[in-house]
C-alpha cells in the first residue's frame, strides 16, 4: 500500500532533448508528491512537487504532470543538460503520516 | 533557503563501538525530523520519525536498541549507532520538516554522513 513505482530505472538522452521520468502510486492517502535530485555522495535535493488538487506544475525547465484517475505522475525535464545528470527519485507522503515514500530512483545521463 | 546540516560527513569506526550522527536545521525550526538510510545505487528507505520532546517512531524492521535517536529541541536531532557492525554500513541522510504552518510539509534533507564499520 505504501508503494511508489518508479520507471525508468536508467535513461540516457541528449544534450537538449526532453527527460522524462515515471512514477505510480497505490495508496490513495497519497497527497503531496515532491521530486528531489541527487548527486552521487550529496543528499536529495527538493527540485519540484505537486499537491493531487492540480494536474501540471512547472518551474523553469522542470514539470510535473499528475494524473489522480490513473494514480500516476512524471517529471520532465526541458533542455536537458550535462548538469542534470544525477539520480532522481519521486516521492510521496500524507498528510497523516507526513514521512516520505520514495520511488527506487532514476538514473539520468545528459550527453553533451 | 532551509538548510539542515549533518555532523559528521565521514565515519569510519572499529566493530562493536558506537557513533553518533547530528542532524540540524540551521535557519528553521523543526518539530519532526526523520532518518533514512541508502545503500550504494539504491533508494532512501525511512529509518525512523522523530518528533521534539518525544520518543521517535521506528519503521519496522529497524532495531530500536541499536538506532538511538534523540529530539531534544526544535533543531538538533541525534541518530547513534550502537555496537555498530560492517552490515550497519551505509549513508545515512536526516530530513527536518518546516513548523506545521510554514508550508511545513516540504522536507529539506541534510548533506548526509557516510558510516563505514570496519
Known amino acids: 500500500q505504501q508503494q511508489v513505482k518508479q520507471s525508468p530505472q536508467s535513461l540516457i538522452v541528449q544534450k537538449g532533448g526532453i527527460s522524462i521520468i515515471n512514477c505510480a502510486y497505490e495508496?490513495?492517502?497519497?497527497?503531496?508528491f515532491p521530486w528531489y535530485q541527487q548527486f552521487p555522495g550529496k543528499g536529495p535535493a527538493l527540485l519540484i512537487a505537486?499537491?493531487?488538487?492540480?494536474s501540471e506544475k512547472k518551474e523553469g525547465r522542470f514539470t510535473i504532470s499528475f494524473n489522480k484517475s490513473a494514480k500516476q505522475f512524471s517529471l520532465h525535464i526541458m533542455d536537458s543538460q550535462p548538469g542534470d545528470s544525477a539520480t532522481y527519485f519521486c516521492?510521496?507522503?500524507?498528510?497523516?503520516?507526513?514521512?516520505?515514500?520514495f520511488g527506487s530512483g532514476t538514473r539520468l545521463q545528459v550527453q553533451p | 533557503g532551509a538548510v539542515v546540516s549533518q555532523h559528521p560527513s565521514w565515519v569510519i569506526c572499529k566493530s562493536g563501538t558506537s557513533v553518533k550522527i547530528e542532524c540540524r536545521s540551521l535557519?528553521?525550526?523543526?518539530?519532526?525530523m526523520f532518518w533514512y538510510r541508502q545503500f550504494p545505487k539504491q533508494s532512501l528507505m525511512l529509518m525512523a520519525t522523530?518528533?521534539?520532546?518525544?520518543?521517535?517512531?521506528?519503521e519496522q524492521g529497524v532495531e530500536k536498541d541499536k538506532f538511538l535517536i534523540n529530539h531534544a529541541s526544535l533543531t538538533l536531532s541525534t541518530l547513534t549507532v550502537t555496537s555498530a557492525h560492517p552490515e550497519d554500513s551505509s549513508f545515512y541522510i536526516c530530513?527536518?520538516?518546516?513548523?506545521?504552518?510554514?508550508?511545513?510539509?516540504?522536507?529539506?534533507f541534510g548533506p548526509g554522513t557516510r558510516l563505514l564499520v570496519l
Open positions: 535557519d528553521f525550526q523543526a518539530t519532526t
Open positions: 516521492a510521496a507522503s500524507d498528510t497523516g503520516r507526513r514521512a516520505l515514500t
Open positions: 495508496n490513495t492517502a497519497f497527497d503531496y
Open positions: 530530513s527536518a520538516r518546516d513548523l506545521p504552518g510554514l508550508g511545513g510539509e516540504t522536507q529539506y
Open positions: 505537486i499537491r493531487p488538487d492540480v
Open positions: 522523530s518528533n521534539e520532546g518525544s520518543k521517535a517512531t521506528y
